[in-house]
T-cell receptor, first 111, second 112 residues
Framework: EDQVTQSPEALRLQEGESSSLNCSYT??????LFWYRQDPGKGPEFLFT???AGEEKEKERLKATLTKKESFLHITAPKPEDSATYLC????????????FGRGTSLIVHP | DTGVSQDPRHKITKRGQNVTFRCDPI?????LYWYRQTLGQGPEFLTY????????KSRLLSDRFSAERPKGSFSTLEIQRTEQGDSAMYLC??????????FGAGSRLTVL
């Protein structure tokens, strides 16, 4: 069974204080790993897809990286508007196209 | 394109009543997913369609839940004889093949 574990559960940062969120996964074979951002009361918003170890994707202050066992979402010089829950999901090889989600990391950035 | 639309956004019902949610996906997307999310949890998979075919359904999904996607367009999720444990946000998402999912804003269900 595919498993996704995200840490920490919650993270508080001061504006400008860079940090990283972790997503550890267990799948029989990885088709893709996805990062989403979710604001309170809204559906998740797609950020990145990573397919193979060593791959990196960037968008504004966010950079996602991937190894064979985990992914990191690095947040550089965050701003209060980066406050949200960040979700990680994995899609396994073998026919199923169903992403399995972690519980997310709740990020609060204080001004 | 206006994205993925879900209706209603909020539904309050009494235990034992039936409820139906509707999802209108992005028109070019061939895949449609239903997830359920409770506070502090990640989205939990319910069911998945490719075009009009329902290809997979969660083993955890009760027989009280049924979903359809007639003609591969919009989808409905019906919950019969609702229970208080059904209270959650019901999320619909669509995608084209293996791309990341585009989610709707969700339908929040409260069962009294």
């Amino acid at each position: 069974e595919d498993q996704v574990t995200q840490s920490p559960e919650a993270l508080r940062l001061q504006e400008g204080e860079s940090s990283s969120l972790n997503c550890s996964y267990t799948v029989s074979g990885l088709r893709g790993l996805f990062w989403y951002r979710q604001d309170p009361g809204k559906g998740p918003e797609f950020l990145f897809t990573l397919y193979s170890a060593g791959e990196e994707k960037e968008k504004e202050r966010l950079k996602a990286t991937l190894t064979k066992k985990e992914s990191f979402l690095h947040i550089t010089a965050p701003k209060p508007e980066d406050s949200a829950t960040y979700l990680c999901a994995v899609q396994a090889l073998g026919g199923s196209y169903i992403p399995t989600f972690g519980r997310g990391t709740s990020l609060i950035v204080h001004p | 394109d206006t994205g993925v639309s879900q209706d209603p956004r909020h539904k309050i019902t009494k235990r034992g009543q039936n409820v139906t949610f509707r999802c209108d996906p992005i028109s070019e997307h061939n895949r449609l997913y239903w997830y359920r999310q409770t506070l502090g949890q990640g989205p939990e998979f319910l069911t998945y369609f490719q075009n009009e075919a329902q290809l997979e359904k969660s083993r955890l999904l009760s027989d009280r839940f049924s979903a359809e996607r007639p003609k591969g367009s919009f989808s409905t999720l019906e919950i019969q004889r609702t229970e208080q444990g059904d209270s959650a946000m019901y999320l619909c998402a669509s995608s084209f093949n293996q791309e990341g999912l585009t989610f709707g804003a969700g339908s929040r269900l409260t069962v009294l």
